[in-house]
């Protein structure tokens, strides 16, 4: 075991100190280093304790103080330092302060952005109160931790929209339509239903190939989403079928909108393809319905629309 002169060796402390990887600074209460530790002289640049103490003694090259170190803690940013918040909160209360932060440092490589965990735990060395702050470099689990919701935002998308139009894809808008209906129901507001299809879409393809075929489909996703409100649910239902979803617009309402979806579509100028129309059935939800039944409607009334001629409205 370890005797008590061991420790009492200052030589031992230091190298001790020195080997923790984290960024360790002895600090008073005014926020000014008294001691640091090797990875923090290296990540500051300095060579020993004393450059730092002639810099103006502050913990880090912060952009603010950058070119004159003797404004650390006096400017209008430093109000909101976690660094100086946390060495004053800790001293004030003599409790640990630990908390997590980005700071934009400057030196020798330039500007750059640092996340760090923060802890400040106070401390008495010969009746004088002394604050140990710990700065553990944290930027590289944020970019670990960005890649990785980026990563779960991109599936998200992947499992909710169609990959070819990027609209919400079938499955997305069933668990929609679900919320919606339900929504309607509870607070007795109207919903309505939009089924629409692409008129002898299988000649398009025929004619023109599946490649002309596909961007027809973006095209005509486009020109429908221009017409449309941003708090509609738009989807691909399977194929070349689509479904518009409205709250707080009837049966009536409904129609105008789908109505002005046709003439939309029936007049656009698409690339490398005849024009093309577009049928469409319209219904609302009533009190009864289940969404089999709704959707079922909706589709009654899509075909009754193209077994009447196309390129036309028809409500159920």
């Not at 290296?42 to 304790?49: E, I």
């Not at 599946?210 to 489909?217: A, E, K, M, S």
Request: aromatic fraction near 6%; glycine fraction near 4%; charge should be neutral.
């Amino acid at each position: 075991m370890m005797n008590d002169e061991l420790f009492q060796n200052t030589r031992f402390l230091h190298s001790l100190f020195d080997s923790i990887p984290s960024m360790l600074f002895i600090m008073d209460d005014d926020v000014r280093v008294m001691h640091l530790n090797a990875a923090a002289r290296k990540f500051n640049g300095f060579d020993s304790l004393h450059k730092l103490l002639d810099s103006g003694g502050q913990a880090l090259n912060c952009i603010n103080v950058a070119h004159d170190t003797n404004a650390c803690g006096k400017t209008e940013n430093c109000r909101k330092c976690l660094v100086r918040r946390s060495v004053g909160q800790a001293a004030r209360g003599r409790t640990i302060f630990r908390e997590a932060t980005k700071m934009e440092l400057v030196d020798k490589r330039g500007h750059r952005d640092v996340h760090f965990m923060v802890t400040a735990s106070p401390f008495m060395h010969e009746e004088r109160s002394l604050i140990l702050l710990i700065l553990e470099d944290i930027s590289e689990l944020k970019r670990t931790e960005a890649k990785l919701q980026n990563m779960n935002e991109l599936l998200e998308r992947q499992a909710t929209t169609d990959t070819l139009t990027g609209i919400y894809n079938r499955l997305r808008f069933n668990e929609l339509l679900l919320q919606d209906v339900d929504e309607a129901k509870r607070y007795r507001f109207p919903i309505s239903l939009i089924m629409f299809d692409i008129d002898h879409f299988k000649k398009v393809n025929d004619s023109y190939g599946h490649l002309v075929g596909d961007r027809v489909l973006k095209e005509i996703v486009a020109v429908v989403s221009a017409n449309i409100r941003t708090v509609d649910v738009f989807a691909r239902w399977g194929g070349e079928e689509f479904m518009v979803l409205s709250k707080h617009l009837d049966h009536e309402q409904m129609r105008t909108v789908a109505e002005k979806l046709r003439h939309a579509v029936e007049s656009a100028r698409l690339d490398g393809c005849h024009p093309v129309t577009c049928s469409f059935g319209v219904t609302q939800l009533a009190d009864h319905d289940t969404i089999e039944n709704f959707t079922a409607r909706a589709d009654a009334a899509l075909y009754r629309a193209k077994n009447e001629g196309r390129n036309r409205v028809c409500v159920a």
